[in-house]
């Protein structure tokens, strides 16, 4: 029987520690750190190659924690290592949760960087594990990009809700949806009403010179801006009045907050070219889906990779964490359980993004969502569109295993 060592390395940003353990559990040597570079990394190996001669090993199992993108570089150097591949070498990324909770079983550890690459490589020996393999760079690249997206729409999101209690201040009657005249409170004409008149200028203008303002502001694209213009004039006189020194400071805020709404959202459609122009380059057949467009379509695909490491959808749908908890005792068993959420967050915000869009493109999953939300007890949207991204897992799965175009008649899902 082989002899395998098991390495676990606990990375920093600056550093790395590195533990080494055999089958029984001892220490190999003692922990020993690394400069997390080309370097340090060269010196690992070569520390490595003498410590598995030594104790006359032919397998390693190296692990570490996937912290931010510290284990990036290592771990492609890694799997890229000729010398190391004559040792049968396997390398895992592991979820910081499930180190975390295994080291749970340990009571009263102490938080150092030796312990926790201790507890990787204790972790590691267990077993029940599967290594990560290389990384695309087609599907890497993409991953880079669609993330990314996914932090800049959260952003635009946060901004635009701070700016609305800024526009309830200047003029209140514009931060309600259901009272503002204009359809999106950050397009063009309504940001160009805000951030150039006063609701004082408004109330005292002709309907005329306000519905001219309206209509250039907007290039002429809106319907009626007499119209428009009427029902501005009459919030703005219901609206209330702001300290001339206060009305500066909201003036000034406002301002810098819509340009940086229309900076972010500039940035958005920029990065959706790029996305689209990388998406390209991966054979797929998920934009064949009416009312998946390029976005959806790349945020899932780089998430998901070579669909061969899936066995099946239910596996897919439990690492996009579409997956529900199960509470049972004796003859009990709960009618409401909560999603677990435990597997990629990426991949589920955008299969959740695609049920949503599928709900207005689709017949079958808008009939699906509208039985399930029905069928809610409680949280009734939320519960129809994770429902709905279930089922469109099932859908992801058949079309990229088999490489088919959507169907409506043909694939099931």
């Known amino acids: 029987m082989s002899i395998c060592l098991y390495v676990g390395v606990d990375l920093g940003l600056n550093n790395f520690v590195v533990c080494t353990v055999n089958d029984q559990g001892k220490q190999i040597s003692g922990s020993s750190k690394f400069s997390n570079d080309l370097v340090g990394a060269e010196r690992f190996v070569d520390n490595l190659l003498d410590v598995a001669r030594s104790a006359g090993a032919k397998q390693l199992k190296i692990g570490m924690e996937a912290t931010n993108l510290y284990w990036w570089h290592l771990h492609e150097y890694l799997v890229q290592n000729d010398e190391l591949q004559s040792l049968e070498m396997e390398v895992y990324v592991l979820n910081p949760s499930l180190v975390d909770g295994f080291k749970r079983a340990y009571t009263k550890l102490p938080k150092t960087d030796a312990v926790d690459a201790w507890v990787i490589a ?140 229309q900076f972010l959202e500039k940035q958005l459609k920029e990065l959706d070219k790029v996305i689209a122009r990388h998406l390209a380059a991966i054979p797929q057949t998920l ?60 991949l589920r915000y955008y299969l959740i993004e695609a049920a949503n869009s599928l709900r207005v493109h689709n017949k079958e999953y808008a009939e699906f969502c509208r039985r399930k939300y029905r069928e809610a007890t409680k949280h009734h949207h939320k519960r129809g569109l994770v429902l709905s991204a279930r089922k469109f897992v099932r859908l992801v799965f058949v079309l990229l295993s088999k490489g088919q175009i959507y169907n409506a008649r043909k694939v099931v899902s």
Request: charged content about 25%; hydrophobic content about 40%; cysteine-free.
């Open 287 to 346: 934009d064949t889906i009416p009312g998946i467009g390029p976005v959806i379509t790349a945020g899932i695909v780089a998430e998901i990779g070579d669909i061969s490491r899936f066995n099946n959808q239910a596996a897919l749908a439990k690492f996009a964490g579409l997956t529900w908890s199960v509470h049972q005792s004796s003859s009990f068993r709960a009618d409401e359980t909560k999603l677990t959420k435990a597997g990629n967050y990426y």
């Open 122 to 261: 204790d972790r590691l020996r267990f077993g029940g594990l599967r290594p990560t393999p290389p990384q695309d760079p087609r599907y890497a690249a993409l991953q880079r990009l669609t993330r990314f997206r996914y932090h800049l729409v959260q952003d635009i999101t946060r901004e635009k809700n701070r700016a609305l209690g800024i526009i309830f201040m200047k003029f209140a009657s514009m931060a309600d949806g259901k009272q503002n005249p204009f359809s999106d409170t950050f397009g063009k004409a309504a940001t160009s009403v805000l951030s150039e008149l006063a609701p004082d200028e408004i109330a005292e203008q002709p309907i005329e010179d306000l519905a001219q303002f309206i209509a250039e502001r907007s290039n002429n694209r809106l319907r009626n801006p007499n119209e428009l213009a009427q029902e501005l004039r009459k919030l703005a006189r219901r609206s209330y009045r702001l300290n001339p020194h206060m009305e500066d400071a909201i003036d000034v805020t406002l301002s810098m907050m819509l340009g940086n709404i």
